[in-house]
């Protein structure tokens, strides 16, 4: 993380240092082709992209120290801006940011036939989640449960849906088991349709834009995790 931040800081000099603040309009959302435009979006991006990191590390120092950069450069005050960002990297060389290990595990016994895809997937649901991939973490939640679904329906009924249903998705699994009257644990099925819910959402393209924000995306993580817990109960 701490390369990621110098990187960052990197192209936010570079940057800084081309851009001509006097030749920007003054609402630089108006998308014009100027080069003085496109830096200016580049520099808010790597801006952005360094407080992510912080906040990430929960370094509230150096949050606000770049709260004062930012401040800076919305006041056109560059020189300073620059000094600060020599500050900023200094200090950046000498960081030691937690990398925050969230280890979305398992209480569970899991089949020996799904642990590895189920390990493999919460592997990447938590690298997901750290870089604010929150659409894609979302996704993988409906992964997690189509394997863990598949692999309750055969066990309660003998049946393999991977052989004869390919590709049914995870609202049709829980129909197949309510048509059998099996019910897993009770409430779990609605557990299940909220998160799927959320994943139609995230994935298919809706009349309005929907985009989850963190706190969404960790409570989403964490039913599943119960779900998962649930149907493997020991």
Same mark, same amino acid.
């Given at each position: 993380m701490e390369k990621e931040i110098l990187n960052h800081i990197s192209e936010l000099k570079k940057?800084?240092?081309?851009?001509n603040l006097d030749k920007i309009e003054s609402n630089w959302k108006?998308?014009?082709?100027s080069k003085e435009i496109y830096n200016l979006a580049l520099i808010r991006l790597n801006l952005k992209n360094i407080r992510n990191l912080l906040e990430q590390g929960n370094e509230h120092r150096l949050l606000t120290f770049l709260d004062k950069i930012e401040k800076n450069f919305e006041d056109k005050k560059i020189e300073i801006v620059l000094q600060d960002l020599e500050k900023l990297e200094k200090l950046g060389k000498n960081l030691?940011? =937690?990398?925050?290990?969230?280890?979305?595990? *398992?209480?569970?016994?899991?089949?020996?036939e799904i642990k590895q895809d189920i390990e493999a997937d919460l592997e990447e649901l938590e690298r997901c989640y750290l870089h604010n991939c929150f659409r894609s973490s979302i996704i993988l939640c409906g992964r997690l449960l189509e394997t863990a679904l598949h692999r309750k329906y055969y066990e309660l009924t003998g049946n393999d849906l991977l052989e004869k249903s390919p590709g049914i998705g995870l609202g049709k699994i829980i129909a197949k088991l309510k048509q059998k009257n099996i019910e897993i644990i009770p409430g779990l099925n609605q557990q299940i349709h909220l998160i799927n819910q959320i994943r139609i959402f995230s994935v298919h393209?809706?009349?309005?834009?929907?985009?989850?924000? =963190?706190?969404?995306?960790?409570?989403?993580? *964490?039913?599943?995790?119960?779900v998962l817990n649930k149907l493997f109960k020991k």
């Open positions: 940057n800084i240092q081309i851009i108006s998308y014009g082709r030691k940011v =937690k990398n925050k290990k969230l280890h979305f595990k *398992l209480k569970s016994f899991l089949p020996i393209k809706q009349s309005s834009y929907f985009q989850p924000n =963190k706190e969404q995306t960790y409570a989403i993580i *964490l039913y599943t995790l119960d």
